[in-house]
């Protein structure tokens, strides 16, 4: 075993996370609602930045009051309207001041709703979550019993308990002060995703592949929560989990397949932190389970599948066996960060999935997201027809200059060995 955690793997450069059903346009008509009673927004061609502001807050306005109408399908598309302004622009400040108006029209929605009401609404609150952080901290609080009970409802839709479970993580790592609450919020998602663990006679439950999702929801969001944890914490975790985690590699589903071994991982690189010789209960066991879904080649899984697998159990195999953590390279504007932890990976993955396409928008202006990954204060905005990328006539002058110094040095190099052939 290594003695110290040793940065490897192939770099990658972070692709946007693939977005159906948002456009990729960053502008004020984020928001789009369907609904008999409410206007599309309007692109913001030939209307000055102000007044595009003011109509881009009009219809958001719009979208939270259109949340309590009598309407499901009207409600479903104000909030998907919502969603999807929160996730490509940043509006705390707007927020801040309607925060607990909108954080009670989305625990109703999760309360009285069904299925694709419950999920978006819990999404929005996830949003909200990245926006505002700790401001909303009370908020959260008192939604929280809903958010669980939704969660632990096995007569509720998976779909709107999964994202419940995704939320519970992405609110507590955020907004949440308190360690206690965050202790015992994992407790609660461990009771989801344990029930995917082996059974005493060590026979892998019969799970259909919708609530193994919920199971994988759970596990991603304990292990967000996890990366966060105190160090006597971790050993705590570490030590009572290691051993049982493994089982959920067996899965049929490759999604839990995948989070599961990415916990692992993710446990591995936390104790050899505190230990470097650290190696679990039955490491061998581990890797050799680990190397063959790292080369795994059954033709009863769909190619894309398998191929999703072994690419991630690649790197996951490397973190165990010799220490190696992944090295991701993520682009946006003017500026990028390198991915060298498995810590980092789990919390950029965490807000891909919540904000879809709109990370990268928020990696250059959401101040919580920048602070996350430790890229300071957000970048001044350029003046406006200005630009950082040189013109054409300097482009051709600077090449013009380089071309010149290279020919002279090459000359000089020349004449030396012209007169070092002559001399002998």
């Not at 192939?10 to 948002?22: C, F, I, L, M, N």
């Not at 984020?30 to 609904?35: A, D, G, L, N």
């Not at 995917?196 to 759970?218: F, M, Q, T």
């Not at 300071?376 to 482009?395: I, M, N, V």
Request: charged share 30%; net charge negative.
């Amino acid at each position: 075993m290594p003695k110290g955690k040793k940065k490897g793997g192939k770099g990658r450069v972070s692709q946007p996370p693939s977005d159906e059903e948002y456009d990729t346009a960053d502008n004020v008509s984020t928001v789009s609602v369907q609904s008999e009673e409410h206007n599309s927004i309007p692109e913001e061609d030939g209307v000055d930045e102000a007044s595009a502001q003011e109509n881009f807050e009009d219809k958001l306005k719009e979208c939270i009051e259109g949340i309590l109408q009598k309407s499901a399908q009207g409600r479903k598309s104000c909030l998907e309207g919502l969603t999807k302004a929160l996730s490509k622009k940043c509006i705390s400040e707007f927020l801040l001041d309607r925060k607990m108006t909108v954080s009670d029209c989305l625990v109703r929605c999760i309360k009285k709703g069904r299925g694709d009401e419950q999920a978006l609404a819990a999404r929005c609150l996830s949003l909200m979550c990245i926006q505002l952080g700790l401001d909303i901290e009370d908020e959260i609080k008192a939604l929280k019993p809903q958010l669980m009970a939704t969660m632990t409802d096995n007569s509720a839709a998976v779909k709107g308990r999964s994202e419940c479970a995704l939320t519970l993580g992405l609110c507590h790592f955020l907004a949440c002060s308190d360690i206690d609450d965050v202790m015992k919020t994992m407790d609660a998602l461990e009771g989801i995703f344990k029930l995917s663990y082996r059974k005493g006679d060590k026979s892998i439950p019969n799970i259909n592949p919708e609530v193994c999702r919920l199971h994988a929801a759970a596990l991603s969001s304990w292990s967000l929560l996890l990366s966060i944890a105190p160090s006597f914490l971790v050993n705590k975790l570490v030590e009572s989990h290691i051993g049982k985690l493994p089982d959920l590699l067996l899965s049929k589903d490759v999604e839990l397949r995948i989070t599961a071994g990415e916990t692992i991982a993710l446990m591995y690189e936390l104790a050899r932190e505190e230990d470097d010789e650290y190696e679990g209960d039955d490491i061998d066991t581990l890797i050799d389970t680990l190397k063959t879904l790292a080369t795994d080649s059954q033709k009863y899984r769909a190619k894309k599948e398998r191929r999703q697998q072994r690419s991630s159990f690649r790197d996951i195999l490397r973190t165990v066996e010799v220490g190696d953590s992944p090295e991701n390279c993520v682009k946006f504007g003017k500026e990028n960060f390198v991915i060298d932890s498995w810590v980092k990976q789990n919390q950029y993955d965490a807000l891909c999935l919540a904000l879809t396409s709109g990370i990268y928008q928020h990696l250059q202006d959401n101040v919580l997201v920048r602070e996350v990954f430790g890229l300071g204060d957000p970048l001044l905005p350029s003046a406006p027809g200005s630009s950082s990328k040189p013109t054409k006539w300097e482009r051709t002058h600077y090449n013009a200059a380089v071309f010149k110094a290279r020919t002279k040095v090459r000359s000089k190099h020349r004449d030396k060995r012209t007169v070092m052939i002559s001399g002998d």
